[in-house]
C-alpha cells in the first residue's frame, strides 16, 4: 500500500475534525547533543501535545474516529474510564461537551477533596465522574451505567480505556500518513504506550505501507508482555 492509498482508505472511514493536521514536527537538537556529546542522532518530536483540543494529547486523534461512530450512532452520552487524572477521560469530556452529549467518566480512585489538573477539567468540562476503588471495576462499572441509561431511554455509547479499540487506533495510522508528508520514513518512533491504541496503529500503518521504522512503545503502567498482546490484538481488529 503506499501513503496516498492509505490515505483515501482513511477517508472514507467517518471521522470528526478535532484537531488541525498536521502537527509540527520540530528537531531537538539540545537534547541529541546531551545524549551523544558532539552530536547525536537526529531526534525530532511530532508535537501531539500541541492539539489545541480538549488540552490535547494523542487521546484526541483516536476520539476522532471513535466519537464520529458514536455520533452516526445517535448517542446522547458518551461513557469511559481511566485512573482520577486520566488523559483520555478529560480528552473524552471535551469531545461530549463538543459534541451536546453527556459524559459519564469511571475513575478508578478517591475522589479528590479539591479537584485539580484534568480532575478539574472534567469537572468544568460537565462530565459526571463515578468513582471505583480499582482498575478492574471499571468496565464492569461502564456497562452498568450503560444499562441504566438505556434503560431510561437514554443512547449510551461506551469507549473503552484510551479509545484504544481498531477503531481508535486508526487516529495513529493517520498520525503516520500525516508524518510521511513532513519527513521520511524514521528509523525508529518512540511515544509512550498504555492502553496499546496509539502503539497499535503506528505498528498497522508501518506494515501497511512496508516501512522500516521500528516502534518502541515505553509503558507507563503495565508490563510490556500484556501491552504486546493488547496492540496485536488491536492491530488484528484493524485487519
Ligand atoms: C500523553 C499520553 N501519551 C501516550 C499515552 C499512551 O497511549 P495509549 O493509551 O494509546 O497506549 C497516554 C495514555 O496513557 C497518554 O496520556
Do not use: W
Not at 469511559?80 to 475513575?107: D, E, F
Not at 471495576?137 to 441504566?148: G, Y
Not at 496509539?198 to 503502567?221: K, M, N
Request: overall charge positive; some cysteine.
Amino acid at each position: 500500500m503506499t501513503p496516498a492509498s492509505l490515505r483515501d482508505a482513511l477517508a472514507r472511514v467517518p471521522s470528526l475534525p478535532l484537531a488541525p493536521q498536521p502537527t509540527p514536527v520540530e528537531p531537538m537538537r539540545r537534547l541529541a547533543a546531551a545524549i551523544v556529546a558532539g552530536g547525536g542522532p537526529r531526534l525530532l518530536v511530532k508535537r501531539d501535545d500541541a492539539i489545541a483540543f480538549g488540552f490535547g494529547g494523542n487521546k484526541v486523534r483516536k476520539l476522532a474516529f471513535v466519537a464520529a461512530r458514536a455520533q452516526a450512532e445517535g448517542a446522547d452520552t458518551l461513557i469511559t474510564a481511566g485512573g482520577v487524572q486520566s488523559n483520555h477521560a478529560r480528552a473524552t469530556a471535551a469531545t461530549a461537551a463538543k459534541l451536546g452529549m453527556r459524559a459519564v467518566l469511571v475513575a478508578n480512585g478517591t475522589a479528590p477533596e479539591k479537584p485539580t489538573a484534568n480532575a478539574l477539567l472534567d469537572a468544568l468540562l460537565g462530565a459526571e465522574v463515578v468513582y471505583v476503588k480499582t482498575r478492574d471495576e471499571r468496565a464492569p462499572k461502564m456497562r452498568e451505567i450503560a444499562d441504566r441509561l438505556r434503560a431510561d431511554g437514554g443512547r449510551p455509547f461506551e469507549i473503552p480505556i484510551g479509545a484504544s479499540t481498531p477503531l481508535g487506533a486508526l487516529g495513529y495510522v493517520q498520525a503516520v500518513v500525516e508524518l510521511l508528508d513532513q519527513i521520511p520514513a524514521p528509523d525508529v518512533i518512540v511515544h509512550a504506550t498504555s492502553s496499546a491504541g496509539t502503539q497499535a496503529g503506528l505498528v498497522a500503518a508501518c506494515r501497511l505501507l512496508d516501512l522500516p521504522t521500528r516502534i518502541i512503545g515505553i509503558s507507563a503502567d503495565d508490563p510490556a508482555a500484556s501491552i504486546q498482546t493488547q496492540v496485536r490484538t488491536i492491530v488484528q481488529g484493524i485487519g
